[in-house]
């Protein structure tokens, strides 16, 4: 079992919807992150959230809007996507050194 | 130059064979260095930190070369289990606010009966 628990698993929307992802971990972690991940592709760095600060944004879209209420949960906000952002998205945290640990992820399909 | 380079592979092996995955990297300045193992459909997972020193899990040992800009994962005895994409994994820092993780495009390793 992952210590980083994402939801939902799954996620099928519109390009005029608006819906959030959103994840939790209880490791005492003090950052976390947002990865997106395209097939047969390797993890892309979206956010950083450092205690509860974001501190890398790397040139996302603004359609995606993190947010981190407290130091155990992260959230993702996502409005008017495109066919094109469909993809696995990945939460992960860490101690600020050493790996990170990934959650196991949502599927996003964006139709 | 990409940040993180690997193999591109796939491997296609039988068991029991030894397999090495190579990486380099281009920021001399990196100061972390990982592997990580990523099944299909799954999230990926810290297989192994590398050290300067070299360092061995089991059958897995990793090697750095901070001269060279190399990183290196040999498996040795492989198992059907190691079958798995491989992400040779670096962060230009060792710590701190702007920590994070850059990951190299993986080799798909296939361990056959």
């Known amino acids: 079992d992952t210590e980083v628990t994402q939801t939902p698993k799954h996620l099928v929307m519109g390009m005029t919807n608006k819906k959030s992802l959103k994840c939790e971990q209880h490791?005492?972690?003090?950052?976390m992150y947002w990865y997106k991940q395209k097939a047969k592709k390797p993890p892309e760095l979206m956010f950083v959230?450092?205690?509860?600060?974001?501190?890398i944004n790397e040139s996302v879209p603004s359609r995606f809007s993190p947010e981190c209420p407290n130091s155990s949960l992260l959230n993702l906000h996502l409005h008017a996507l495109q066919p094109e952002d469909s993809a696995l998205y990945l939460c992960?945290?860490?101690?600020?050194?050493?790996?990170?640990?990934f959650g196991s992820g949502t599927r996003l399909t964006v139709v | 130059r990409k940040e993180v380079e690997q193999d591109p592979g796939p491997f296609n092996v039988p068991e029991g064979a030894t397999v090495a995955f190579n990486c380099t990297y281009s920021?001399?300045?990196?100061?972390?260095f990982f592997w990580y193992r990523q099944d299909c459909r799954k999230e990926p997972k810290l297989l192994m930190s590398?050290?300067?020193s070299g360092n061995e899990d089991g059958r897995f040992t990793a090697q750095l070369n901070r001269a060279s800009q190399y990183i290196s994962l040999l498996i040795r005895d492989s198992k059907l289990s190691d079958s798995a994409t491989y992400l040779c994994?670096?962060?230009?820092?060792?710590?701190?606010?702007?920590?994070?993780?850059?990951f190299g495009k993986g080799t798909l390793l296939t361990v056959n009966p």
């Open positions: 992960a945290s860490s101690l600020l050194r050493d790996g990170i640990t």
């Open positions: 490791m005492g972690h003090r950052a």
């Open positions: 959230y450092s205690y509860e600060k974001l501190s």
């Open positions: 920021n001399s300045a990196s100061q972390s």
């Open positions: 590398v050290y300067s």
């Open positions: 994994v670096v962060s230009p820092n060792s710590g701190g606010s702007n920590y994070k993780l850059t």
